[in-house]
């Protein structure tokens, strides 16, 4: 019969919450069975009659009879005529050769050198929720889901279960070409439909590139500061990362030839250069171009919202640029229509198009069908240019509305650096205040902020954050401010920071 702490091992296990979607026979069969593997019974012990754990558990007799069905069924218990249920032998000696896990050892499974940087590198952190400030967020409220829902219907009826159908792993032709010529006519780009690879996110594009183009130990050129999703992809697959300042023109291509000998590669966000929102000056791309010509290496383009720039029109994309075909060109409608619709997509060089497509095959394959082919009908039809075009609009004015909330009641603790494009505003402290703990009450606060130190390779910056603006109202950022002055306040009366906070 069970001894007490194993009867109310079996409860606990039941009553667990994350176990709740499970039916009652199949919660009480895992109960005893990791009772079994763990040990707790030994080969041979019997098992309360069904009747007595019945009424032990306050469930009904089948119920227990299921669970001991299932049991027997897998050879954890054996079931003997007129004498009950035993745990059976060949159940424990399996549970012996398991080697036992401390608790403190969960985490402690041996991990190859690469699935460890990954593991180190904590992921990244998607706002699922958003609140103000969380950044790199679009406005989704004023989408037009009434047009989008009309031309996905359209493509049932066109399409049929063909819809419902596996895509080619580089794409729908019919996306790929409406990216294409998108690209060229928006951006400057030099694209076919046939150099086109749709992907699932931008954050895919990176992984795909530090992993096809590189070995680890390879020596990759950033941006300091950088995005961090790149130099989170970068570290995972154990390339070497090497720093490259910016001035506010950009990086400072001069010193890739310095920093950067026997670099395979360089990233950079040109077009709108995260976090800072410096664009690259055309002598800069340039030199980027012919550096990687020189050195046979990779450009790595990362034009993740150029769509919002709000001076003027956006400067060339590298990759149009560039005649000796070394710049991968990676984009994503994440920014620019919602984050749910998980289709981002990298322009390559023609020797590139095949590897890279059948390296996509190991990831996640392809790209769900109906949401191509429903963005196609939407870029094709001009309704993605038109809500480019009413998003740039509103986003300019919630940005100047932010920086006018900013001056007039966070102006004694933070300075805005106001861009030319973007989604969101730098903000850098003018006292000496300390970055992760002002992050972090400001999150207790209700307002998310992304602190800039952990972009920055070296620590000769001043500290700071990012405040996203797309996707809240004036008022919601009134809000979210005058929370934000409430915490600068408490953190500025607790007193100086000590640097490397």
């Not at 079996?10 to 009772?35: F, N």
């Not at 506010?248 to 950067?260: W, Y």
């Not at 800072?276 to 000056?281: E, K, R, V």
């Amino acid at each position: 019969m069970f001894k007490h702490a194993q009867l109310e091992s079996v409860k606990a296990w039941m009553g667990d919450p994350a176990h709740r979607a499970l039916p009652l026979r199949s919660r009480i069969q895992r109960a005893v069975r990791e009772l079994i593997l763990n040990g707790a019974l030994d080969a041979g012990k019997p098992l309360p009659a069904s009747r007595a754990l019945a009424k032990s558990l306050e469930v009904s007799r089948d119920t227990v009879e299921a669970a001991y069905a299932q049991l027997h069924a897998e050879g954890f218990i054996e079931r003997r005529v007129g004498s009950g249920s035993f745990v059976s032998e060949s159940a424990t000696s399996s549970a012996r050769r398991r080697p036992a896990v401390a608790a403190g050892d969960r985490h402690a499974t041996p991990l190859s050198r690469r699935g460890t940087l990954i593991f180190q590198s904590g992921g990244l952190r998607e706002f699922s929720v958003p609140r103000p400030f969380a950044p790199g967020v679009p406005e989704t409220r004023r989408f037009p889901l009434q047009t989008w829902e009309r031309l996905q219907r359209q493509v049932l009826k066109e399409y049929d279960s063909q819809a419902l159908a596996h895509s080619a792993p580089n794409g729908m032709e019919r996306l790929r070409r409406a990216i294409a010529d998108y690209v060229n006519l928006e951006r400057g780009a030099q694209a076919t439909a046939e150099r086109v690879l749709v992907l699932t996110s931008s954050q895919q594009a990176l992984t795909l590139c530090a992993n096809v183009l590189m070995d680890a130990g390879d020596a990759i050129c950033i941006e300091d500061p950088v995005y961090h999703g790149a130099r989170k992809a970068f570290d995972g697959a154990g390339l070497c990362c090497v720093p490259v300042p910016l001035d506010d023109q950009g990086m400072v291509v001069e010193r890739l030839d310095t920093l950067g000998r026997g670099a395979k590669a360089v990233f950079m966000t040109p077009s709108h250069q995260f976090p800072t929102g410096a664009t690259l000056a055309l002598d800069r791309r340039l030199a980027a171009i012919e550096w990687a010509q020189r050195k046979q290496a990779w450009i790595l383009e990362d034009d993740y919202d150029s769509e919002f720039h709000y001076a003027g029109k956006p400067t060339a994309c590298v990759q149009g640029l560039d005649r000796h075909d070394r710049t991968l060109y990676i984009g994503t409608f994440t920014k620019s229509l919602f984050p749910g619709l998980r289709i981002a997509y990298m322009v390559l060089p023609a020797q590139l198009v095949e590897p890279m497509t059948v390296a996509r095959t190991l990831l996640d394959g392809q790209t769900a069908t109906i949401s191509q082919l429903t963005l196609a009908r939407f870029m094709e039809g001009g309704h993605f240019g038109a809500h480019v075009r009413a998003m740039r609009e509103v986003y300019a004015g919630r940005r100047d509305a932010l920086v006018r909330l900013v001056r007039k009641h966070l102006g004694e603790y933070v300075e805005p650096r106001v861009p030319a494009g973007g989604m969101q505003l730098p903000c850098l402290f003018v006292r000496d205040l300390p970055e992760s703990q002002t992050v972090e009450m400001a999150r207790r606060a209700g307002v998310d902020l992304l602190g800039l130190s952990a972009l920055h390779a070296s620590n000769a910056h001043r500290a700071g954050f990012l405040m996203g603006f797309a996707a809240y109202s004036p008022r919601e950022m009134e809000i979210g401010v005058r929370k934000l002055a409430g915490v600068l306040r408490a953190v500025s009366r607790a007193g100086p920071s000590r640097r490397g906070d």
